[in-house]
């Protein structure tokens, strides 16, 4: 089976726990221990959120601040304009920060969030088929 992990640094654990519930994440209680949570989106994706201090064991490199400097982003795909919405207005209210407008490309739109450490995230509805019909694939 393929799966993938993503390793995020947060200050509090608890806080992000609240803030990737609210996204529609839910916890794996096999990964999940003090010092990490372990954040399931599918089957196959899950988020670890880490403290500093896990997140940086056997690491010798600088831990760069999300706030400030962009490192990775990530993109969850929707089944529905709706629950784009919906996701998104969740994680408004636990704490996240919208970034820039509604990007809407008439086959898809996205919607971008920073979770409580600055981590982005994308949350994305794309339309197959006005995809196909504008690309002609």
Same mark, same amino acid.
């Given at each position: 089976m393929k799966q993938i992990f993503i390793n995020l640094p947060v200050k509090i654990v608890e806080a992000s726990m609240g803030f990737y519930s609210a996204l529609g994440f839910t916890v794996n209680p096999l990964f999940t221990f003090d010092d990490q949570k372990c954040m399931v989106w599918s089957d196959q994706i899950y988020v670890m959120l880490q403290t500093l201090e896990m997140f940086q064991f056997g690491?010798?490199?600088? #831990?760069? %601040? /999300?706030?400030?400097?962009?490192? $990775?982003?990530?993109? #969850? /795909?929707? *089944?529905? &304009?709706d629950k784009l919405? *919906?996701?998104? *207005?969740?994680g408004l209210k636990a704490g996240g920060t919208e970034l820039a407008s509604t990007r809407d490309e008439g086959f898809m739109q996205v919607r971008n969030i920073e979770d &409580? %450490?600055?981590?982005?995230? $994308?949350?994305?509805? &794309? %339309? #197959? %088929?006005?995809?196909? &019909?504008?690309t002609g694939k």
């Open positions: 690491n010798t490199k600088n #831990l760069a %601040d /999300p706030k400030k400097n962009t490192i $990775a982003t990530f993109t #969850l /795909p929707v *089944e529905s &304009l919405h *919906e996701m998104m *207005e969740n &409580l %450490d600055g981590h982005l995230w $994308a949350i994305m509805f &794309l %339309d #197959l %088929d006005k995809f196909k &019909l504008m």
